[in-house]
């Protein structure tokens, strides 16, 4: 499948990616559907006990179930492509633009069908020369409009008949591979499901999948989307649950009946008190994670950014997130953003808008490569800075980080890995750093941004990677400064000349807000947003 030069400057994504979100919502509503059937399913034989009519109509029932059930999942794929070749050729279109002016500068034109000419009076070697560069970048972005042409028509054709109601295939639960399978071994098994055998696991298992580090970032999303709904209803219950408790508890209190709550307690009142209490704490932790719940629903829901992707969610303990900006499995450059103490379920928002500014930043470095931007909160993060002194968190971590970036490898598509790239922020450098001391951190580079220390002294000690693609910044006034750089917490500062790091530039920072300063890396301006792109995409000798 081929693609002109005028096709692609005169093509309007607009439709396309308006169209993506419909399918999205279309998914979503069928899905609901089905769940409210199957509720209703659970009543009939309240008010039709027996007999074969009753039987008959509960077949008939979980005969439409599934067929609403099995078009999830081929909708949610129409979705995803529509969205990826709308960015995709949005993208291409601003680099053919950005060549036509480039050319002209050169003294070369690019006409309006795609050919390209030396202007006249212009020809010498040194033109000719530009001119086979502008034809190879010419060439460059048609093949990979015609790629992202290719592979839509493909999800397309494979899909659309499946989205009618293909029945998807049983698959035993006890052969899905258990987390911490090496993701190489998690991809052949998932190559060897028919696409029935794998829209069901994604339907019907979809906590293990959207978890399982060697499934394609595109199942993951699905079957995590799934995980987002279920963790947005369930925590919106037990929340409910316990404001109708405490609204309980209180109105006893008043009418001077609360001995009726506890008739078994010495003082009720008492139990009252510290019921309340527990339950205020219950309350204020379902609520933090039905608010970092929400805006990983909204940012899901934007369609002026980049299609994001859910690779993980749980609202277990203080919650975790994977939010991908982009697909990394298509990605030319990867880059994975670990955040540090205090990060929770809560927090995402923050964190994924940082993801979307680091997405923005590198494809606007490398306007010839595509970046995907992780956020990546797999690990249970220290929630204060005393607990930041120690390094289990970061050794549970590391080895859940090293089997992620392991996955990215493993699911990647295309004939050239990707560049990937691991970022820590403040303990999370620290995280990296134990995943780093093995190969099975999979990355191309690494940079520590107000690191605390990664638990080594030298570059050369993280043999996951060579030494010269270890990179640091701290801002001048960044708190984090204030830690004895005597290798008695986390290792020396990997900004010290003896480290090994590349070290790059941050704006300094305020003197008089040392703890802002140490959050402020991503601002607007802030010229490490600049070096961190460079690194991603590739371009150290850009640095400064």
Request: charged share 20%.
């Amino acid at each position: 499948m081929s693609v002109t030069w005028q096709a692609l400057l005169a093509v309007d994504v607009g439709p396309v990616r308006q169209a993506a979100p419909v399918w999205d919502k279309l998914a979503a509503t069928l899905e609901d559907q089905a769940d409210g059937m199957a509720a209703n399913a659970r009543t009939l034989p309240e008010v039709w006990p027996s007999g074969p009519a009753s039987e008959s109509a509960a077949k008939h029932l979980d005969g439409m179930r599934g067929e609403l059930d099995n078009a999830y999942v081929p909708m949610s794929s129409i979705a995803q492509a529509l969205a990826e070749w709308a960015d995709g050729i949005s993208e291409l279109k601003g680099q053919a633009r950005a060549l036509i002016d480039d050319a002209e500068r050169l003294n070369i034109t690019i006409a309006a069908d795609g050919t390209i000419s030396m202007n006249e009076g212009s020809a010498n070697a040194s033109t000719a020369q530009s001119m086979n560069s502008v034809v190879h970048v010419r060439d460059g972005i048609l093949q990979r409009a015609a790629e992202l042409d290719g592979r839509l028509a493909g999800v397309l054709a494979q899909n659309t008949a499946t989205a009618a109601g293909t029945p998807a295939a049983f698959v035993d639960p006890k052969t899905i591979p258990a987390r911490g399978t090496d993701p190489v071994d998690v991809k052949r098994w998932w190559d060897s499901l028919t696409p029935e055998q794998q829209r069901y696991l994604i339907m019907n298992n979809f906590e293990q999948i959207g978890w399982l580090d060697g499934v394609p970032a595109a199942s993951r999303d699905i079957a995590n989307r799934l995980a987002l709904d279920h963790a947005q209803e369930t925590s919106q219950a037990s929340l409910d649950q316990t404001k109708a408790r405490q609204d309980q508890i209180r109105g006893m209190i008043e009418q001077g009946r609360i001995w009726e709550l506890y008739p078994d307690a010495s003082d009720p009142m008492t139990a009252a008190e510290t019921e309340l209490m527990r339950l205020d704490g219950q309350r204020s932790d379902l609520e933090g994670k039905l608010k970092g719940l929400t805006a990983i629903d909204n940012r899901l829901e934007d369609t002026n950014l980049p299609r994001a992707y859910l690779l993980g969610v749980s609202t277990e303990g203080d919650g975790r997130a994977i939010v991908s900006v982009g697909n990394p499995d298509l990605a030319d450059n990867v880059l994975t953003y670990v955040p540090g103490t205090g990060s929770d379920l809560s927090k995402v928002g923050g964190d994924i808008e940082r993801a979307n500014r680091m997405a923005s930043d590198a494809n606007a470095a490398d306007r010839s490569a595509t970046t995907a931007a992780v956020f990546w909160l797999g690990y249970d993060a220290p929630d204060s800075i005393p607990q930041a002194g120690q390094s289990g968190f970061a050794e549970d971590g590391g080895r859940d980080l090293g089997s992620f970036q392991t996955g990215l490898r493993a699911t990647h598509e295309g004939d050239s890995p990707s560049r990937n790239t691991v970022l820590g922020h403040s303990y999370g450098s620290t995280v990296i750093g134990h995943g780093a001391m093995s190969s099975s951190i999979s990355a191309d580079a690494l940079v520590f941004v107000g690191s605390p220390g990664v638990d080594v002294n030298n570059a050369d000690e993280l043999t996951g990677v060579h030494p010269s693609q270890v990179y640091a910044t701290r801002a001048e006034h960044d708190m984090i400064a204030r830690i004895p750089d005597w290798d008695i917490i986390h290792g020396n500062d990997p900004t010290r000349d003896d480290f090994g790091a590349n070290v790059f530039a941050s704006d300094p920072g305020d003197p008089e807000d040392e703890g802002a300063t140490h959050s402020k890396y991503w601002d607007h301006g802030n010229i490490s947003r600049r070096n961190i792109a460079y690194v991603a995409t590739g371009q150290p000798e850009k640095l400064t």
